[in-house]
């Protein structure tokens, strides 16, 4: 049986939607607490495209707020240096908010989660019935992997990017800390009102 207090989860943001998240949780566009001055970072053409996804549960992938299993992503290659159209960002401004699978089933969310990038076809989708078995679903040698291109595994970073699908706003009780790139960052965090114990600082944890 997996140890479901040791798979966290990783949510990237701008370092200044931190004082909405200590206030509201990590809130659903959608949502009525949704962030009216929220700090984009990505792609916003993955976002639409997003919107569009059917999953096979039959909502739409844009209705749940994604994670991580992982640090590193190629998703915060391209935010960090502002590939495909998006404006780089630097690591210094992006924040990891970590949760993990226990905190989200001790908040009584719905979720799905995915054995790759969620709007890859090739990607096959689990839902709560099978979280016992999160831990032979997910490649974790692929999502601990630095490098995403390998000529002897072309489906590599499809499986990096496997996500968890949370459905609703995730709650401040269900944050268990935030990881940041430096100590500048750390005291910013600690100014907003996050307590010292609650920040890692882990710059490997970007690029």
Known sequence: MPRFETIHLYRMTHIQNIPHILRHGITHSSSPNANRHFVPIGDNSFILT???RILECGRRLGEYIPF???TRMPMLYVIQRGYNGVNPTSGKDIVYCVSSVQKI???????QFTDGHAVDLLSSQYGREDIQRIGEIIDWNAIEAKFWKDENDLDLKRRKEAEF???????PSSVLGYVVYDEAAKETLTKFGVSEGKIA???Q???
Do not use: K, M
């Not at 089933?105 to 979720?111: C, G, K, R, S, Y």
């Not at 699908?165 to 709650?171: K, N, Q, S, T």
């Open 50 to 52: 997003r919107e569009r």
């Open 68 to 70: 991580y299993f992982g």
């Open 105 to 111: 089933i001790e908040a009584n969310l719905d979720f």
């Open 165 to 171: 699908l949370v459905l609703g706003d995730i709650p």
């Open 201 to 203: 600082v882990r710059p």
């Open 205 to 207: 944890y970007y690029f």
